[in-house]
């Protein structure tokens, strides 16, 4: 059981600031680093792998300083965002050797090991070079995992992965969290963090914006209607089945499209393609008005 | 030292694109004296010119650059490095594992071929292959060691590392009489021409420096080189660019 702590964290760039005085504490269980492109993710994980420097206050492991200490390397298993790997030896050369700058006793049985974890046993003998996207996240997977981490810091693990893969590794993180690791992943997609990140920590422009359990925060930002811009065959009949239903607030029409705001983003998304085939209209564009992400932790952020 | 982290450099260094340019231009240099063998017939001050215009002022250093930042400025440049760093290793000896095989490599396709031009080119019973393979060893050394610290230092190693080869030991070496003195090329010359006696004001084996002032700025380049990259490798920023 190892526990990540930032105390008043900041890192600044000359004049930009990637990260604004985050304090927080990441303990066993899997947490999601949620936020939108640029809010400072990628220079967070950088600082609590030991890669950078925060230029004022502290990240510690279990006590002990992060920064220029290599030794913390027994504890953490780190998986980059950067794709590029030693492509000219195979996954499995790859793997032993990271075993064996572990010291490892056996590092043969932990390559294994890690790679039966990741699925990658099949293909462990092909150049890193021939490897897809997806495998190579798993190698990169099973290269942060050999030395039997308490902690794991991924960025962005989700970025580049087909749906099956992203089924696979969110199975793969649940278990490791379970085990009583501390997982902490990086994203800026909502829903992957919702799905398994049983904390999240909402970065927003290099702040702190929210931390805790990822249904209180969803609330919070209920508390915000989303807009929906739909085109259908008939909107005037579409809008009046959806007030009939409930499921949206408002409706509108009059700038020449239907505009919608629904208080409940899952009911609504449901109701809507049910909605249009009982009256009988087909729906040609559903685009959610101010659903990005940004305008939501800006939102946020504003509170 | 670090085996696994000298055969991962190793692989890295030879299994790129690039290393062909490590066979290739070698080969250049071969060619070379054989065409000055064939025009000369074995004349000593023709081999003299060869390896002091083409072999240590020009192949040497681009030599060095190339192995200098290929066992690890590629890998800070494309994010690998990581896999090595986030290791419980000291810094230190990943550097120096890297180092080790830069000079090994410097040592067999820069400093050996050198040798053998000079043999193909003209000799007089191996006495200048000796005194150019001790100079060119001695400029390897240093060359190779300032060229990996310039690859942890900054990002255009290759750049700078070009420009420094090319004008500052080449053109403005041979154009300004001061810039001759700071020179890994002169310092190594100078061993060289006390190695070869009174031969070397025939053949024209000359150094600007003194044997002593040569080696102690020899022996300060590359430790003081050395020392910046391990400092540096130390706190290495790593990130992407979020």
């Not at chain 1, 930032?6 to 999601?32: E, K, Q």
């Not at chain 1, 590029?84 to 932990?110: C, I, K, S």
């Not at chain 2, 084996?205 to 040569?214: C, D, P, Q």
Request: glycine residues 8%; proline residues 4%; neutral net charge.
């Amino acid at each position: 059981m190892s526990t990540l702590v930032l105390d008043s964290v900041s890192r600044w760039y000359g004049n930009v600031v990637a990260a604004n005085d985050v304090t927080m504490t990441i303990g066993p269980g899997i947490t999601g680093l949620l936020g939108p492109n640029g809010a400072g993710k990628s220079t967070l994980i950088a600082m609590m792998g030991g890669f950078l420097a925060p230029s004022a206050g502290s990240v510690t492991l279990d006590g002990a300083p992060v920064w220029r200490h290599p030794e913390i390397y027994r504890a953490i298993g780190l998986v980059p965002e950067t794709e590029a790997m030693y492509d000219m030896v195979t996954g499995w050369q790859f793997v032993v050797a990271n075993a064996r700058l572990h010291r490892l006793p056996d590092p043969e049985g932990a390559a294994r090991a890690a790679l039966e974890t990741v699925e990658m046993m099949d293909a462990k003998d092909r150049d890193i070079a021939t490897y897809s996207k997806g495998m190579k996240q798993r190698v990169k997977m099973a290269t942060a995992l050999v030395h039997d981490p308490s902690v794991l810091l991924l960025d962005e693990p989700f970025n580049g992965m087909d749906p099956r893969q992203r089924l696979h590794l969110m199975d793969l993180l649940r278990r490791l969290g379970e085990e009583g690791r501390t997982v902490l992943f990086s994203s800026h997609i909502l829903e992957e963090v919702e799905e398994i990140a049983g904390t999240i920590e909402v970065l927003v422009a290099g702040r702190h914006a929210a931390s805790g359990d990822f249904r209180r925060i969803r609330r919070l930002m209920t508390e915000r209607p989303h807009q929906y811009t739909i085109s259908s065959s008939d909107d005037r009949r579409l809008a009046a089945a959806i007030i009939a239903d409930g499921s949206a607030d408002t409706v509108d029409l009059s700038a020449g499209n239907l505009a919608v705001q629904a208080p409940d983003f899952g009911r609504f998304v449901h109701a809507l393609p049910r909605l249009a085939r009982d009256s009988g209209v087909r729906l040609f564009e559903v685009s959610p008005a101010d659903e990005s992400l940004e305008s939501v932790f800006t939102y946020l952020v504003a509170r | 030292m670090n085996a696994v982290v000298m055969g991962l450099t190793l692989r890295g260094l030879l299994g790129r694109r690039r290393s062909l340019l490590l066979v290739i231009l070698p080969v250049l240099l071969l060619l070379l004296a054989a065409l000055i063998r064939w025009a000369s017939g074995g004349e000593v001050r023709s081999s003299v010119h060869l390896t002091n215009e083409f072999a240590l002022g020009t192949l040497l250093p681009l030599m060095c650059l190339l192995i200098g930042t290929g066992v690890i400025g590629s890998e800070i440049d494309d994010g690998s490095i990581v896999y090595l760093l986030a290791k419980p290793v000291p810094r230190r000896t990943i550097l120096w594992s890297k180092l080790v095989i830069a000079w090994a490599a410097a040592l067999v396709f820069a400093v050996l071929p050198i040798v053998a031009a000079i043999e193909i080119a003209g000799d007089d019973g191996g006495r200048l292959g000796a005194a150019y393979g001790v100079a060119a060893a001695l400029a390897a050394i240093a060359y190779t060691a300032i060229f990996v610290a310039l690859s942890v230092v900054t990002r255009n190693a290759v750049i700078i590392g070009l420009l420094y080869a090319l004008l500052w030991e080449t053109v403005l070496g041979g154009y300004v009489p001061g810039v001759r003195n700071v020179s890994v090329r002169q310092w190594a010359l100078a061993a060289a021409e006390r190695i070869l006696g009174d031969r070397a004001t025939v053949w024209g084996v000359t150094s600007e420096v003194s044997l002593t002032a040569a080696l102690a700025l020899l022996a300060f380049a590359t430790i003081g080189a050395v020392v910046l990259a391990v400092r540096r490798l130390q706190t290495l920023r790593l990130t992407s660019a979020d």
